[in-house]
């Protein structure tokens, strides 16, 4: 089974796009085949066109990520209660576009104060997807201790560092220079001692969380300038600035900025590489010594003018000969101040188009990553990936697309029948046929805003009543009904329902009591034995196993200790309880207290599908009984 692997941000600024694109790397470097996807974009105010992060993995790549979902398509999902109809399209999109790689990169929202929530649809996402979690986290200047504390509470969200979903972290920005609050300050390169890069790679791998096998260091990248600078093209976009000499405007890179308030003489000490010298319009002094020091063959990164001012034309003309050695000279409107504060929230993230720097980011993060651990991903996921919610609701409600089946609903005047079947409709999940008062309905459409397209009839029990008296007369003649269930019939129960079960879930069946194997004695145990060896003899392919109690059956760490020679036991998947009393008091509790959509019931062993919900049925638990009774409707 494929690798399906997201990167989860423990906090803003940690680099997840370099990570992610470095990844990508290092992985096609070994000739795996691999994917990317970005389920959800998060751009800046500043970014324009398609989804950055797919961007920039295809540059270079022959990979074609697939689309993003918008920010604001997603946003409109939430706020709506329509999340898990979000998870299924994402899970819908991943396999539509994501089938074929041996290992599938998925990128996570970085949580802002704009998408507070990045950390729960994040969660919710590698859940719908089944995916393998690593964390990207920046050191910083955290001590040990606290970056054990923000790694442990992070994974706690995806059930703890020793989760078999959990594989490890990467440490990004590794002894990159900081301020007082941890924040990643370019600006402070020549205050900070880059030098004690090795020393500070052993802490990091010195961590006691790593001690523990199962989670790992998987990647210690160091930061590095040369990934920061940007080119004088992307302060020109940014500040919309005009320009006065275009130079090497496209290639030259900003290293260092120097805000000219002093005079020459002390200013001449900043005219270095790469740097950007900000000086008033006005200060000629600044600009005719800037153009001798680019004439004497220091390749300045570039001159900002401020205020507005432009130099005299013979001040220009004086300049031209440094002009020529592709000194790039632009200015802005703003006074120096307002430029300082615009520049202070320049985005250092890598463009779309800076190939030439996508190029380093992608090598430079690929050679830090973890060799053995990018080995073993060629060898595929060992155990099970479980299928989650949102894709088995995808799964139902593709499959009855297919079917393209007509469902009768009886209780056409009821409000969320009414809502449900328009829902269908407008999924094209299946066409459906209210039953009920004609004017009534369209009542009670209008009144919750949903419209009842051409995939939703309405007739009237009044009009087509007498054409079935008479035939169900005769059906109902003779009823076999019993009072208890005996144990052949629990056994076919059983087999049905494993053959009910088969939606891409392999069937394990449980049969469930009050008790474990050989622990308890009675006449209902007996009755669970006889129907499992029943069960057993009739169907010899399938997975059954019993008497089980329920914790034994769904719980990994129960079933070691209970049935520990169960092939069942702490990974069943369908559950066979005893009588209609113990199943339906069971699956309403699960139901209710876990906050679950509930499929379902689904009656067996009829010719033509016929399902009855619960008078407390909700909208969803309509909607996919609908698209259940579809799918039967086929088989």
């Known amino acids: 089974m494929s690798h399906r692997i997201m990167l989860i941000p423990v906090s803003t600024g940690v680099g997840l796009t370099s990570t992610s694109v470095g990844l990508v790397r290092a992985l096609e470097q070994k000739t795996v085949k691999v994917n990317f996807f970005k389920p959800i974009a998060q751009p800046r105010s500043s970014d324009k066109g398609p989804e950055k992060s797919a961007e920039i993995v295809k540059k270079g790549s022959l990979i074609q990520p697939p689309p993003s979902f918008d920010l604001s398509y997603?946003?409109?999902?939430?706020?709506a209660g329509r999340a898990d109809l979000?998870?299924?399209?994402?899970?819908?999109?991943?396999?539509?576009?994501?089938?074929?790689?041996?290992?599938?990169?998925?990128?996570?929202?970085?949580?802002?104060?704009?998408?507070p929530y990045a950390g729960r649809v994040n969660r919710e996402i590698a859940q719908a997807l089944g995916a393998e979690i690593i964390f990207v986290i920046?050191?910083?200047?955290?001590?040990?201790?606290?970056?054990?504390?923000?790694?442990?509470?992070?994974?706690?969200?995806?059930?703890?560092?020793?989760?078999?979903r959990v594989l490890g972290c990467i440490f990004n920005k590794v002894n990159a220079p900081v301020d007082e609050e941890g924040r990643v300050r370019a600006d402070l390169v020549e205050q900070f001692d880059t030098d004690k890069l090795e020393g500070e790679q052993h802490r990091l791998a010195s961590l006691p969380l790593f001690s523990n096998n199962q989670f790992k260091l998987l990647g210690s990248v160091p930061w590095t300038f040369d990934l920061v600078a940007p080119r004088v093209m992307d302060l020109v976009k940014y500040l919309d600035a005009k320009i006065i000499n275009e130079g090497d405007l496209k290639h030259r890179r900003l290293r260092r900025i120097a805000f000219?308030?002093?005079?020459?003489?002390?200013?001449?000490?900043?005219?270095?590489?790469?740097?950007?010298?900000v000086t008033p319009g006005d200060r000629t002094d600044i600009l005719i010594a800037a153009c001798l020091s680019a004439m004497n063959g220091t390749k300045l990164g570039a001159i900002l003018l401020t205020g507005g001012f432009k130099p005299e034309s013979s001040i220009m003309k004086l300049c031209e000969q440094a002009m020529q050695t592709g000194l790039p000279i632009i200015s802005t409107k703003t006074d120096t101040w307002r430029t300082s504060l615009l520049l202070h929230?320049?985005?250092?993230e890598v463009p779309a188009d800076d190939e030439q720097r996508i190029e380093k980011v992608k090598d430079h993060n690929a050679a830090y990553l973890?060799?053995?651990?990018?080995?073993?991903?060629t060898h595929g996921v060992t155990t099970n990936r479980k299928m989650s919610p949102p894709a088995f609701r995808h799964l139902l409600a593709s499959k009855a697309k297919k079917s393209q089946k007509t469902i009768v609903l009886p209780e056409g005047e009821e409000p969320r029948t009414v809502k449900a079947a328009a829902i269908c409709g407008e999924r094209n999940i299946a066409k459906t046929i209210l039953l009920g008062d004609k004017k009534e309905i369209f009542r009670i459409a209008a009144q919750q805003g949903v419209q009842l397209d051409e995939n939703v009839t309405v007739i009237s029990p009044d009009e087509v009543r007498e054409n079935y008296i008479e035939i169900m007369v005769e059906l109902r003649k003779s009823k076999g009904l019993t009072n208890v269930v005996a144990a052949e019939q629990?056994?076919?129960?059983?087999?049905?329902?494993?053959?009910?079960?088969?939606?891409?879930?392999?069937?394990?069946?449980?049969?469930?009591?009050?008790?474990?194997?050989?622990?308890?004695?009675?006449?209902d145990v007996e009755k669970v034995k006889l129907a499992t060896e029943i069960a057993q003899s009739k169907r010899p392919d399938l997975i059954i196993d019993g008497p089980l109690q329920y914790d034994a059956a769904i719980m990994e760490n129960v079933a070691f200790k209970k049935a520990?020679?169960?092939?069942?036991?702490?990974?069943?998947?369908?559950?066979?309880?005893?009588?209609?009393?113990?199943?339906?008091?069971?699956?309403?509790?699960?139901?209710?207290?876990?906050?679950?959509?509930?499929?379902?019931?689904?009656?067996?062993?009829?010719?033509?599908?016929?399902?009855?919900?619960?008078?407390?049925?909700?909208?969803?638990?309509?909607i996919y009984t609908i698209a259940l009774t579809a799918i039967q409707a086929t088989q």
Not at 74 to 79: F, G, Q, T, V
Not at 144 to 152: M, R, W
């Open 74 to 79: 997603a946003e409109k999902m939430i706020s």
């Open 86 to 115: 979000l998870l299924e399209e994402v899970v819908s999109r991943f396999e539509q576009y994501i089938t074929k790689g041996d290992v599938a990169i998925i990128e996570g929202m970085v949580p802002t104060r704009k998408q």
């Open 138 to 164: 920046t050191p910083g200047n955290d001590t040990t201790a606290q970056l054990e504390e923000k790694l442990e509470i992070a994974s706690g969200n995806y059930g703890g560092v020793r989760h078999q």
């Open 260 to 277: 000219c308030a002093r005079t020459v003489s002390n200013m001449l000490s900043h005219f270095t590489l790469g740097i950007l010298l």
């Open 345 to 348: 929230n320049f985005n250092m």
């Open 370 to 377: 973890d060799a053995d651990w990018l080995k073993s991903l």
């Open 490 to 523: 629990l056994a076919d129960i059983a087999i049905q329902s494993a053959d009910s079960a088969a939606f891409g879930i392999e069937p394990k069946v449980a049969m469930i009591s009050y008790s474990t194997s050989n622990s308890g004695v009675g006449a």
């Open 564 to 622: 520990p020679n169960s092939p069942v036991a702490g990974q069943a998947t369908v559950f066979i309880f005893p009588d209609l009393n113990t199943g339906n008091t069971t699956y309403k509790a699960v139901q209710r207290s876990a906050d679950l959509i509930s499929i379902g019931p689904m009656l067996q062993g009829m010719r033509k599908p016929v399902n009855d919900l619960s008078r407390g049925a909700l909208v969803d638990d309509i």
